[in-house]
């Protein structure tokens, strides 16, 4: 069995920063990408960046230039390191990766709450 972790949530203030991580365990073979999602009230789950196991990302536009994706793979660990955060930014953050057990399957964290308000 897989799990995803989450953990990095909380309350910030326009302009702040703030960081998450998500740990990876269970029988894990490889990780394959691995991404940050959100979904606001009211609206879909989006994408909001994504890194392949060679390092390659990508971000949702409204992310760029504030916001950094990153891993450690010996840790089985997907960070996202968001900065100058802006009361749009609220959502549940979700994080996600492709992991291949005995198969290949994506898996989902529980989900952590961003919070940006003065």
């Known amino acids: 069995q897989v799990q995803l972790v989450e953990s990095g949530g909380g309350l910030v203030q326009p302009g702040g920063p703030l960081g998450l991580s998500c740990a990876a365990s269970?029988?894990?073979?490889?990780?394959?990408?691995m991404a940050w999602y959100r979904q606001a009230p009211g609206k879909e789950r989006e994408l909001v960046a994504a890194?392949?196991?060679?390092?390659?990302?990508n971000y949702a536009d409204a992310v760029k230039g504030r916001f950094t994706i990153s891993r450690d793979n010996a840790k089985n660990t997907v960070y996202l390191q968001m900065n100058s955060l802006k009361p749009e930014d609220t959502a549940v953050y979700y994080c996600?990766?492709?992991?291949?057990?005995?198969?290949?399957?994506?898996?989902w964290g529980q989900g952590t709450q961003v919070t940006v308000s003065s």
């Open positions: 996600n990766a492709q992991i291949r057990t005995t198969w290949v399957h994506y898996y």
């Open positions: 269970g029988s894990i073979l490889r990780i394959n990408d």
């Open positions: 890194i392949t196991s060679g390092d390659v990302t």
